[in-house]
């Protein structure tokens, strides 16, 4: 194309977010989301409704002027905001507002997808490994999104995202913070580097990939809640079992659990700090090793035996990980030395038995954004009357159709899981933001006395055979198609 035809192509511009594309014909936006259709600005992707009713999973299926839906019981039915599009510039009510008869009640979803820089997500990554010190930078690419945060029971978490990655460093920092957050939100692999820790893949609902190996459990519990567990089933195939564990690692024979089925002392003696009874911390530092320690020898964390508390040549000991993945069996010798043998059968069955009882690793991705602003202008001329309805309970938020919870408070904060969303629920602007399908189901008496826009209220067949400024075409999913 001569420079000249470039410059007489006539392009409209898009409004659907503050970026303001002008769009060719035949193109589409910066987003990926919006195109100039023969002068029109169209919705790249479908309208999303889900068809509770349908099972086994294979309804797909376009409908904007079919007969399909003719007799369609619409109370199994819900409109999401994906594909929907925006309110932006947010003067203007949703993109559609649905009244449905549920049960006999009357109820209005306003669908729209918002634009987010206030959001991000929380990622939970079951694994008994040491991925991190709390507060360590995160990043993709070279670039920081995000920060280890505090460890939960068998697992480590991350908080990824967030305003300040968004648009308050670099333009780099928000592009790759962007991708990351949209990549994880629509289920996709990323890959994340710990500073001073590991390399992670992470994928929502799929085993975390840590340093090429991929996790296959979470520990059972701690070595003090494993020690709890198993005690009696140890008690007679050997004189000690130490459980290694970077948080609590346990000691048998000490423990209250021991001491109540009679177990003789051992003289064994544990290097760290000694917290209660047969329940040690910091008996090495974290790392990829047994128990999530840096240790690859267990016997590392012993000191001398003592003979004078029973330690004596023959004694046996069976050391195990929370996971079962590490497990080892010895016998002091005269010197009092622990040397290794196999271990028995039985208590190869007992080290199963611990793998058994631990849950598979997955990977946990939460969206959470702080759903406020001028979107809820979108839904109602007095925007805080929104949140006070969310707050109150009278207006449920769900996310692409998915629960969400909303956090106590002022605003509208909510957590949902991706997993419970359809696929591809999420998208993004280049401001960077990441745009999010809400919908908000409110009783259609409430919500006429929050200020909602009553007159662009439709009922939801009229959706479905009409669509909206943006909806050119629509497809309905089963619960099922949106798990898959």
Known sequence: MSPQARNKEEKIRCDACPVMCYIGDGKIGACDRYANLNGEIVRCDPLTVLDRAIQGGTAVRPFLGRDWHDGLNTDDLFVTAVGAGTTYPDYKPAPFLVQQSVQGADFVTVVTEAIFSYCGVKV???????????????????EAVGL?????????????????????????????????????????AVDLSV???????????????????????????????????????????ADEVVVVDDHITGVVSEHQAGKVLGWPDTGIRIKGRRSTPGRYFQVAAPGPGWGGTDISDPLDILGPWR????????????????????????????ELQPQP?????????????????????????MFMGGAGGSLRSGVTQNPVKLTQAVQSGRARVSVGGADSYVWPGGGITLMTDVTKTPRGAFGMVPTPAIVAPLEFTIAKDDYAALGGHTDEVRPVLDILQSGGIYAR?????SDEDQQE
């Open 473 to 477: 075409d629509s497809h309905v999913v």
């Open 124 to 142: 939970k990554i079951d694994t008994d490994r040491h991925l991190g010190e709390e507060g360590a930078q995160i990043c993709h690419n070279g």
């Open 195 to 237: 500073e001073g820790g590991a390399e992670v893949v992470v994928q929502a609902g799929e085993a975390p990939i840590v340093n090429g190996v991929k996790e296959v459990r979470m520990r059972v519990g701690c070595g003090s809640a494993t020690i709890g567990m198993f005690s009696s089933q140890w008690k007679g195939l």
């Open 307 to 334: 003979p004078e508390k029973g330690a004596r040549a023959g004694l046996t000991m069976l050391m195990v990980s929370t996971t079962g993945e590490h497990a080892a069996f010895y016998r002091l010798d005269a």
């Open 148 to 188: 280890m945060i505090t460890s939960e029971y068998g697992s480590q978490m991350m908080s990824l995202g967030g305003v300040d990655h968004l648009t308050g460093g670099s333009k780099a920092e928000g592009r790759v913070t962007c991708d990351v957050l949209l990549r994880l939100l629509n289920r996709e």
């Open 341 to 365: 043998e196999p271990i028995p059968d039985p208590l190869r069955a007992s080290v199963a038995l611990i793998a058994q009882n631990c849950e598979p690793a997955l990977c946990t991705v």
